[in-house]
């Protein structure tokens, strides 16, 4: 038997499915649905051919749903449970955590959009729909004087608020004095990303109402 020690620090192996998933969201991240081959994301996979891959997915369009799917379903639980919009910064604060620690998902929904192909079409709008509606619904529920036309404009800035960062890192890095994914910097945009959105959230300022209504 292993000492306990010895046990504790050997590490879990991946299964093959998860370390082609990782690949592919990298892939489809930096170059998209129709830059990217499969031969590509097997060799990074360390695959011995491609055919290796489609052993675990049928295609090329199914890899990329279940790259999309991985990434947005934490996501969207997040947002299913969290409290109410005047309570959300533990939520933020763990949706910011889960971004960082997956600093391609970000840049792989933005580009969700880019690829505007009928082929990927249905499988954007079948898995970020869910997420839109349920935010949209959380956000309906808030004590802000927001009325419910303005509800859709508010659920767009406020997913650019928090996606927006991690999505644009790389152009981030070349202007501010500091790497925008460095721990110091992501608790800073936590912070600001709690006060942000409960300001958003909160009583709307009769003059600035009013100043905004003329």
């Known amino acids: 038997m292993k000492p306990r020690s010895v046990a504790r620090r050997a590490p879990e192996s991946r299964s093959t499915r998860d370390v082609i998933l990782d690949a592919a969201e990298r892939r489809f991240a930096e170059r998209g649905f129709a830059g990217v081959s ?39 639980d997040m947002v299913v449970a969290s409290d109410a ?71 767009v800035g406020i997913y650019h608020l928090i996606f927006g960062y991690f999505a644009n890192a790389a152009l981030f890095e070349l202007i501010l004095p500091e790497d925008p994914r460095s721990p110091a910097a992501v608790a800073r945009q936590a912070h600001f990303l709690k006060s942000a959105v409960l300001r958003l959230l909160g009583p709307v300022d009769a003059q600035a109402e009013r100043l905004a209504s003329r």
Do not use: C
């Open 38 to 76: 499969v031969r590509e994301i097997a060799s990074d996979a360390g695959l011995k051919n491609q055919a290796s891959l489609y052993h675990h997915f049928k295609n090329k369009k199914a890899l990329y749903e279940a790259v999309l799917a991985r990434g947005v379903a934490p996501i969207l």
């Open 85 to 155: 919009p005047s309570e959300t910064g533990p939520t933020l604060e763990r949706l910011v955590d889960y971004l960082a620690g997956h600093p391609h998902l970000p840049r792989l929904i933005q580009r969700a959009g880019l690829d505007d192909t009928k082929l990927l079409r249905s499988t954007v709008t079948k898995l970020l729909s869910p997420l839109y509606v349920s935010g949209l619904g959380k956000l309906a529920a808030s004590a802000g004087g927001w009325q419910p036309s303005e509800m859709p404009h508010l659920a």
